[in-house]
């Protein structure tokens, strides 16, 4: 292809510690991000089941939306957590100093909900919060945690949400790993999903990412995700901004959680979902839907469904992908990816356009400039278009048009056989060196 004229040439540096090896924690869990559903940022506190019934937070709602996610094909594609969030409790403890859900709307128990969503192949994840109160009001873990963690274990959950509020932020660096320990001491294996280090952020604590790696799957790093484009781009802008203190702490069976999937709901175009999901796929993200799965419309569904770009999100290297081009608002994402051959990845590329000038921005780059070196070339596909481009060698310039706060997303695998033995990985991330990334033609 022809070089034009009036174009910068943008290099940048990127930086990722050296490998580093990471001690985490073991409970043999998410290996790969979980995916499932989660009632919060589509149900929030909604406790009125007698104006409300069929969106309240009650027992109703969680076999409804298990139910949808075995007939609708959401199972089949991996989604698989069934999570209750906040208000499932009532104001107080029992005269033993148990919690006790709701009794008019969990009237059945948690153990009831808990074998009805196993019965359907699921697994049922439940929400407390590490201080004396959750963040609704309800009683917390604060004084009860190895009886808490034992009723967990007994209603056959697989996995909690423990999240922050009414708490001493600087107590949680004993507080996670304490409640942690009584899981793990139940013997019943549980997803242990933390909070801790987003309100420690929030305090002006610098968050001890080896501990945290160490007692938690996964942990939330930023702001509640709401319904809307500024929230996600905000999400998405401090992922870039702080990814090399964010990225080299996600691996398998520990993640960095930027908080659920609103793809379906009210506030995103049809572009701005699919962008959330490709960016939660470079992320390695935990992909929990929060959406009424019974009215989402088809073209949401599919985006949720897009088998591809769930392979992307739960490759099993577990590497977390990097900001690798930023300029005018536009930006290059870059995730490796198996198949891998020596130092060699496959990667899955992401053209994000922030702008918002309304046609489509070029963006066109040469391979090799984009971490994209192998000599034997890449299959390149679309995994939104579903144009397979064949395979390019590393010198091929690829030009791409994308939308207006949209995405391209590729998916570039190396031309070997896929050797990958989850025995032989050490953590290592090969975007650790210095790339030039074309840029032209913005209209
Ligand atoms: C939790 O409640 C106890 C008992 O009232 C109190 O002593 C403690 O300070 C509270 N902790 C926090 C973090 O608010
Ligand atoms: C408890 O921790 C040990 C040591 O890390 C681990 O081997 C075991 O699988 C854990 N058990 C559960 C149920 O989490
Ligand atoms: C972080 O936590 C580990 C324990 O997991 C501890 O050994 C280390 O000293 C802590 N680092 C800081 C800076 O507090």
Not at 9 to 22: H, P, R
Not at 244 to 261: F, Q, R, T
Not at 410 to 428: A, G, H, K
Request: proline residues 5%; glycine residues 6%; aromatic residues 14%.
């Amino acid at each position: 292809m022809s070089t034009t004229t009036k174009n910068c040439w943008c290099s940048l540096l990127l930086f990722i510690g050296a490998a580093t090896l990471v001690v985490a924690l073991e409970n043999g869990l998410a290996r790969t991000p979980p995916m499932g559903w989660l009632a919060w940022e589509r149900f929030r506190c909604n406790t009125d089941c007698k104006n409300d019934p069929e969106n309240c937070i009650s027992d109703h709602l969680f076999r409804t939306m298990t139910d949808i996610i075995i007939s609708e094909g959401y199972a089949d594609v991996g989604y698989e957590y069934i999570n209750i969030d906040d208000c499932w409790l009532e104001k107080k403890r029992n005269f033993h100093g148990q919690l006790v859900p709701d009794k008019q709307r969990f009237p059945y128990g948690m153990k009831s909900l808990a074998d009805y969503i196993h019965s359907k192949g699921l697994k049922f994840g439940i929400y407390e919060d590490y201080g004396n109160y959750t963040c609704a009001g309800y009683p917390g873990i604060l004084g009860y945690m190895e009886n808490d963690a034992s009723l967990f274990a007994a209603w056959d959950v697989d996995y909690v949400k423990l999240d922050g509020c009414y708490s001493n932020h600087r107590e949680m660096d004993e507080g996670y790993p304490q409640f942690g320990f009584h899981l793990n001491q139940t013997g019943r294996p549980m997803i242990y999903s933390c909070s801790w280090p987003v309100y420690q952020i929030y305090s002006g604590i610098k968050p001890n990412y080896s501990s945290i790696i160490n007692h938690c799957n996964l942990w939330r790093n930023w702001d509640d995700i709401q319904d809307s484009w500024s929230s996600v781009e905000s999400i998405i802008e401090y992922y870039g901004k702080n990814q090399d203190s964010i990225v080299p702490n996600a691996g398998p069976g520990h993640w960095n959680d930027p908080d659920m999937l609103i793809i379906g709901n009210f506030g995103l175009s049809y572009e701005q979902s699919k962008t959330q999901m490709a960016m939660w796929a470079v992320f390695a993200a935990p992909l929990l839907m929060s959406v009424d799965l019974r009215k989402i419309r088809p073209e949401y569904k599919a985006i949720l469904q897009n088998k591809k770009i769930i392979d992307v999100n739960q490759d099993p290297l577990g590497i977390q992908g990097r900001r690798i081009y930023k300029e005018l608002g536009i930006e290059i994402w870059a995730r490796p990816i198996t198949p891998l051959y020596q130092n060699y990845y496959s990667y899955a590329i992401v053209f994000l356009n922030r702008r918002t000038d309304g046609t489509p921005s070029d963006i066109s780059v040469t391979l090799k400039d984009i971490a994209l070196k192998y000599p034997g070339g890449y299959r390149v596909e679309d995994l939104y278009e579903d144009v397979d481009y064949g395979i390019l060698s590393p010198q091929t310039k690829i030009k791409v048009k994308v939308n207006p706060t949209g995405v391209v997303i590729l998916r570039c695998n190396l031309q070997v056989e896929d050797v990958y033995d989850s025995n032989q990985y050490t953590p290592y991330s090969p975007l650790d060196q210095l790339y030039k990334v074309r840029r032209n033609s913005f209209k």
